[in-house]
């Protein structure tokens, strides 16, 4: 069975704090690891998606990084706006659906 | 260019009635996927349409059905309610089947059931 599992599940930091989201999966075929953002009473949001272990993807003060086994969503200098809950998802080659499987989220605070 | 639009907002309803939702895609998006939020969980795969026929579906019992329509716009509907329905649910559109592609997320509808 197709896993995801992100660590932490919350994490409280000062603006201006760097730190990095954890995002470990177990699927018997990756066709891509995409990550969202997911503001309170909204849809997620897309950010990135990496297809191949060693890739790497920027937007701003977002980084994403892809291993054979996990993948990192670094967050440099954040800011107050940048609180929200990350979502990493897998999607699997093959098999009969094409959905995403989403881990449980990383609630990220910055505070002030 | 239009977003991904959900409707109602929210709903209440009892166990055992029935219930549909609606969804327009985004403009020249001809895949819809449907997914569960539960309070606290990730979303859950139910099922993705692709040019009104199913063409994928999560781990969600026959009670849990769809429609594709020609404008690409789509409905779910859920049987027999369960306390466990309750959740947030949402319509994402795309391109290509979804492959390879980004899902545009509507902002759901809050279902809660008693």
């Known amino acids: 069975e197709d896993q995801v599992t992100q660590s932490p599940e919350a994490l409280r930091l000062q603006e201006g704090e760097s730190s990095s989201l954890n995002c470990s999966y177990t699927?018997?075929?990756?066709?891509?690891l995409f990550w969202y953002r997911q503001d309170p009473g909204k849809g997620p949001e897309f950010l990135f998606t990496?297809?191949?272990a060693g890739e790497e993807k920027e937007k701003e003060r977002l980084k994403a990084t892809l291993t054979k086994k996990e993948s990192f969503l670094h967050i440099t200098a954040p800011k107050p706006e940048d609180s929200a809950t990350y979502l990493c998802?897998?999607?699997?080659?093959?098999?009969?659906?094409?959905?995403?499987?989403f881990g449980k989220g990383t609630h990220l605070i910055i505070q002030p | 260019e239009t977003g991904v639009t959900q409707s109602p907002t929210h709903l209440i309803k009892t166990r055992g009635q029935q219930v549909t939702l609606r969804c327009s895609s985004q403009?020249?998006?001809?895949?819809v996927s449907w997914y569960q939020q539960a309070l606290g969980q990730g979303p859950q795969f139910i099922f993705q349409?692709?040019?009104?026929?199913?063409?994928g579906r999560g781990n969600f019992p026959p009670r849990f059905s769809g429609l594709q329509f020609p404008n690409y716009s789509s409905e779910l509907n859920v049987n027999a309610l369960e306390l466990d329905d309750s959740a947030l649910y949402l319509c994402?559109?795309?391109?290509?089947?979804?492959?390879?592609?980004?899902?545009?997320f509507g902002s759901g509808t809050q279902l809660s059931v008693l």
């Open positions: 990496l297809y191949s």
């Open positions: 994402a559109s795309s391109d290509n089947r979804g492959i390879n592609e980004k899902l545009f």
């Open positions: 349409y692709y040019r009104e026929e199913e063409n």
């Open positions: 403009s020249g998006h001809n895949t």
């Open positions: 998802a897998v999607q699997v080659s093959g098999g009969g659906a094409d959905g995403l499987t």
């Open positions: 699927v018997s075929g990756l066709r891509g």
